[in-house]
């Protein structure tokens, strides 16, 4: 795929939403054109929870995610640069985003600590220390070869204040040069940096501005998401994509359900990920317009409709809700089928989107 | 369902079968397997997936166990077993247990027989036994039966259970006399009698004098047992014995969990339909078929390589191999190199280790893909052997190529 100038990167906005702030645009990466707003899966361990990549290609899937923590340790950067990358490794020849590994800090916080130098972890697998640097995760996800890749942050919980965020807000630009500077292959791979402050708008402004500072190709906005309240999460989100160039796509870090998903494109983000699709689908429960269907549940003993009669993947074609709750209490068999429909939904969901904005009706599907 | 024999080659025959039922389906070609189920869909593959692998069978298995206890809710979908598991092309032969576990002991008595699901034990009398198939409406079934013997299981009990079974059958067709459901499905009869060969032979003997449309021979273990029958000294004179009180015109099945090498030694003995459990038992541990079962074997390289593997078992080669073991890490050939299944079309044994190491699904979906393509090959290999009449130089061939490997079967 050709792509313009030094980003590996480029954006082409196709509309613009006349109410709101939501755009529709075509992303131009190594390994595939992406129609934003876009919703990417998360395949954290070079695979997307029991599918083949195929499966995602009829999906019309165009971009998804590696996890850098655990693709670092498992099967670890040498491997992955010995097999071409993780394209190849996991036959996918479409567009990958890999995170930095520093989300972990915050899940795995009482296991990590944090210094300017990086982050050291135990690791839950084997109790192995890891030193995490900015280097160091510039350099595995070199080898990983996604096509965007993020900075490693300092990440800290949105619930934090004061000193510490606005210590982890500094550390983060000082890391994202470390980044920039680490980085091997800047014509492949797009960097992006992370707009941190927490729920502190003055600290995520300040941030804001001195990322923008960088020639990078897009901007994360992180540290949000993490249970904090609505309004307060809307408001910082709104005021991180005031502050970000137009012409560079915003990438929501976190973020899936389908309520937040409407609000932040109405906000003016372009990328987001999360996890709850396909993690919901291994516990037997389906994607709906009114929310989700746990389908061990047995009041779907004698169901015979499809999962959503409107939706067109092969789930809803070839199962029933009947069905499809005997599998779920047994058989992994189900949780492919199921991711399946997840996605399918969630990309559904996006398309749909992205023609309102097109024909500028969005605030209707709104 | 009709089946003919077409030729017999030594002790085996090369046959045909007509399926009947619901279907307008073409003649299956003997000896065949059949694809092996849970819970009514073929292991980790749903119906896209499964639509990857290469030569389905035409018959698909599936097992009472973890469906009998949904008979109300089948019942209520009305379309059947086949439809109501989205394989409504495929001819449904229900079974009572699933092949690839241990069948609890102990359950049965001569008012019933007990299978097992996810919710327990679900019991069942011939009147419940044939409402349940009438909800599920299969092409074939398995006749209820008491198989729960297997060597250690002493004569009183085994001629219990060959009463039982017995019994259970004339009950059967007393009630499918007054079933329109199941007019046009197959009953298959059941031949028990553990390791004694008087049972055997009074089993198939007065199995037979019933209007059955085959014959499935159990009893030997308890479900899966994991005991490699061949390594008994009787089990193959006993076969045969029991195998020459059935008439020649109506297939013979099993259910065991056989290794290509035991699949050719038991077609020889007479067995006309498989079950397709091996290559998922295989693929539960990690394991891949890679053995060649063309005459004279294509591909040296793959199947006489040796490896190394980092316990102490000696290096194996040959039929099967463990991508567990670390020296897949930093292997990027196909699991087999020159098999054209979707699994060794687009990843590699680094890929496959990898997922197996980090407990991703995936893995199992590859292998299961890959393991179903190489024995639904091998089936279609064995068939031609016997044609050609070179079934004594594949027999040869697979001890030569399993004779390195732990698997000694």
């Known amino acids: ?366 | 369902m009709k089946f003919s024999v077409e030729k017999v080659v030594g002790g085996g025959r090369l046959g045909s079968i007509l399926p009947g039922g619901r279907h307008e389906a073409s003649v299956i070609e003997t000896p065949m397997c059949t694809l092996f189920t849970k819970v009514g869909s073929a292991p980790h593959l749903g119906y896209e997936m499964l639509k990857r692998v290469s030569n389905i069978p035409d018959v698909a298995t599936m097992s009472l166990g973890g469906l009998a206890a949904h008979h109300e809710s089948v019942c209520k979908f009305g379309k059947g077993l086949g439809n109501f598991t989205a394989l409504k092309s495929n001819i449904i032969f229900t079974t009572l247990h699933d092949a690839s576990s241990a069948v609890t002991s102990g359950k049965n008595d001569r008012n019933g027989v007990a299978v097992w699901g996810k919710g327990g034990k679900f019991k069942m009398d011939p009147s419940l036994y044939v409402k349940v198939q009438e909800a599920f409406r299969p092409d074939w079934f398995q006749a209820l039966s008491d198989g729960d013997t297997d060597r250690d299981t002493g004569k009183k009990r085994l001629v219990k259970s060959v009463n039982n079974t017995l019994d259970f059958l004339d009950s059967t067709l007393q009630l499918l006399k007054e079933s329109e459901i199941l007019r046009d499905s197959s009953l298959i009869g059941a031949i028990e009698g553990g390791f004694d060969e008087e049972e055997r032979q009074r089993s198939a003997r007065e199995t037979s004098a019933r209007p059955v449309h085959g014959f499935l021979i159990e009893g030997f273990e308890k479900g899966h047992s994991g005991l490699d029958l061949f390594s008994l000294e009787n089990f193959s004179s006993l076969l045969t014995k029991t195998l020459s009180c059935l008439p020649e015109d109506k297939p013979r099945i099993m259910e065991t969990a056989w290794s290509p090498l035991q699949v050719v030694k038991a077609f020889q003995l007479g067995i006309d339909v498989f079950s397709s459990v091996y290559p998922y038992m295989l693929t539960q541990k990690g394991q891949a078929l890679v053995a060649d079962y063309t005459i004279p074997p294509k591909s040296p390289s793959a199947n006489l390589e040796s490896e190394k593997s980092e316990d102490s078992s000696p290096p194996h080669s040959g039929s099967v191999i463990d991508l567990n073991g670390k020296s897949n890490f930093e292997d990027f050939r196909p699991v087999l190199p020159g098999c054209d299944c979707y699994c060794c079309s687009n990843f590699s044994r680094s890929y496959i280790h990898h997922l197996l190491n980090t407990s991703e699904l995936l893995a199992y979906v590859l292998l299961m893909i890959h393991n179903f393509h190489q024995y639904f090959h091998f089936f279609c290999c064995l068939r031609n052997s016997a044609r050609e009449g070179t079934l004594e130089d594949l027999q040869t061939s697979l001890e030569l190529q399993n004779s390195c490997s732990c698997h000694t079967s």
């Open chain 1, 1 to 366: 795929m050709a792509t313009k100038g030094k980003h590996a990167l480029s954006l082409n906005i196709l509309a613009k939403c006349s109410t709101s702030k939501a755009r529709a645009c075509i992303m131009t990466l190594p390994h595939a054109e992406v129609d934003t707003p876009v919703f990417m899966p998360v395949g954290t361990q070079g695979t997307l929870k029991g599918l083949v990549p195929d499966q995602l290609r009829e999906l019309d899937c165009r971009i998804m995610l590696g996890n850098t923590y655990h693709l670092g340790h498992r099967p670890g950067p040498e491997l992955l640069e010995k097999a071409g990358g993780l394209h190849k490794f996991m036959s996918w020849d479409r567009a990958l985003l890999t995170d930095s590994g520093g989300f972990q800090m915050v899940s795995l916080l009482e296991l990590a600590h944090i210094t300017e130098e990086g982050v050291r972890f135990k690791s839950p697998h084997n109790g192995t220390e890891m030193l995490l640097t900015p280097e160091k995760s510039i350099e595995i996800q070199n080898a990983i070869g996604a096509d965007i890749i993020m900075q490693l942050d300092d990440v800290v919980h949105s619930s934090v204040e004061g000193d510490r965020l606005e210590e982890a807000m500094h550390r983060t630009i000082r890391w994202l040069d470390r980044c920039i500077k680490a980085h091997q292959r800047p014509t492949e791979q797009c960097l992006f940096p992370i707009v941190q402050g927490g729920l502190n708008p003055d600290l995520r402004t300040r941030c804001a501005k001195e990322l923008i500072k960088r020639d990078v190709g897009g901007y994360a906005i992180g540290g949000l998401s993490g249970g904090e309240a609505k309004s307060d999460f809307w408001r910082m989100v709104t005021l991180s994509t005031d502050l970000l160039p137009d012409e560079k796509p915003r990438y929501l870090m976190g973020v899936g359900f389908a309520v937040d998903l409407v609000v932040c494109v109405a906000l003016g983000c372009d990328m987001f990920d999360c996890v709850f699709p396909t993690r919901t689908a291994r516990f037997g429960c389906a994607l709906v317009k009114t929310g989700q269907l746990n389908l061990k549940n047995a009041t779907f003993a004698s169901d015979f409709q499809p999962i959503d009669a409107d939706c067109p993947c092969t789930c809803c074609k070839n199962y029933t809700r009947a069905y499809l709750h005997i599998l779920a209490n047994t058989e992994p068999a189900a949780c492919n089928i199921l991711t399946v429909h997840n996605v399918a939904y969630q990309l559904r969901l996006m398309r749909a989107m992205r023609s309102s904005i097109i024909e500028d009706k969005f605030p209707d599907f709104v």
